[in-house]
């Protein structure tokens, strides 16, 4: 049987820019400013509506000078979904930018890998450096959910439903799963932050928080593999998402692209 069709809605909901030699680790001796946006993703079809991610909360975004330009979860409702019916969350790793509103989903299951649930409670995060990226308010809501039967585990690559599938992808987290998505135009591969920008899988541009860095490298690869093409990744934190698709109408210009469809430069 032929699988469902999803729309998929890139939602920036915040921005900072940083510099070049801060965000990758090869650098960059003139130390260009680089923007980046922060994203949520949701999977529409008449079947279901699936969120993947769900943002960070505006504190934790404050204290990190993140510039919050809208709640992430109050969002949703621009395309349509209100946050209130959502069944099914996949959270591609527990970062606070990933992380940071669980509790904003009354009645959704959480998709989460072992290994990163694993390593967010685990020795890693004994190491100041590899925790600096987790909220412990995140990870304990995460918890609360595990004993609220309301997480669901997947080992590695696994088919969630008809047209979707997570995909291990560690490097960057130890857990990262990035997703697959059948769409009009083929699959497209929702990579969260397996590929933070299209050059990382381009140019293997090394972004700088990783805890693994051949995972990390062989992760770009991975991404690449999945998609039928470059055109059909859709990286975590690119500004140029915005750029490349079409908004989903003309108020959500800057908001809200529809990825599902070809990017304008070849359309
Ligand atoms: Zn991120």
């Keep these: 049987m032929a699988e469902p069709e999803y729309e998929i809605y890139a939602i920036k909901y915040a921005e900072r820019v940083g510099t070049r030699g801060a965000t990758f680790m090869d650098g960059d001796p003139h130390d260009a400013p680089i923007a980046m946006d922060y994203f949520v993703w949701v999977l529409k079809s008449p079947e279901r509506n699936i969120v993947v991610d769900v943002g960070m909360n505006r504190a934790e975004g404050e204290k990190r000078k993140r510039t919050f330009l809208r709640c992430p979860i109050e969002s949703l409702k621009l395309v349509g979904v209100d946050p209130a019916d959502v069944e099914d969350v996949v959270i591609s790793h527990m970062h606070y930018d990933h992380a940071g509103n669980l509790e904003l989903f009354p009645k959704a299951r959480f998709h989460i890998q072992d290994t990163e649930m694993a390593y967010v409670t685990g020795r890693a995060m004994t190491h100041k450096r590899l925790r600096h990226s987790f909220c412990l308010s995140d990870v304990v809501q995460m918890v609360t959910m595990v004993y609220g039967d309301r997480v669901v585990f997947h080992d590695g690559d696994a088919k969630i439903f008809p047209g979707i599938d997570v995909h291990a992808i560690p490097g960057h987290s130890r857990g990262l799963q990035a997703l697959t998505v059948n769409t009009a135009r083929g699959t497209v591969v929702v990579a969260s932050d397996a590929a933070h920008y299209y050059e990382c899988v381009t140019d293997e541009s090394l972004f700088m928080t990783h805890e693994n860095?051949?995972?990390?490298?062989?992760?770009?690869?991975?991404?690449?593999?999945?998609?039928?093409?470059?055109?059909?990744?859709?990286?975590?934190?690119?500004?140029?998402?915005?750029?490349?698709?079409?908004?989903?109408?003309?108020?959500l210009e800057g908001i809200v692209a529809r990825v599902d469809v070809s990017p304008r430069h070849t359309a």
């Design 213 to 251: 860095l051949y995972d990390l490298l062989e992760g770009y690869r991975k991404v690449r593999r999945l998609a039928p093409s470059d055109d059909h990744i859709i990286p975590g934190h690119d500004p140029e998402v915005l750029k490349r698709y079409p908004a989903a109408s003309a108020e």
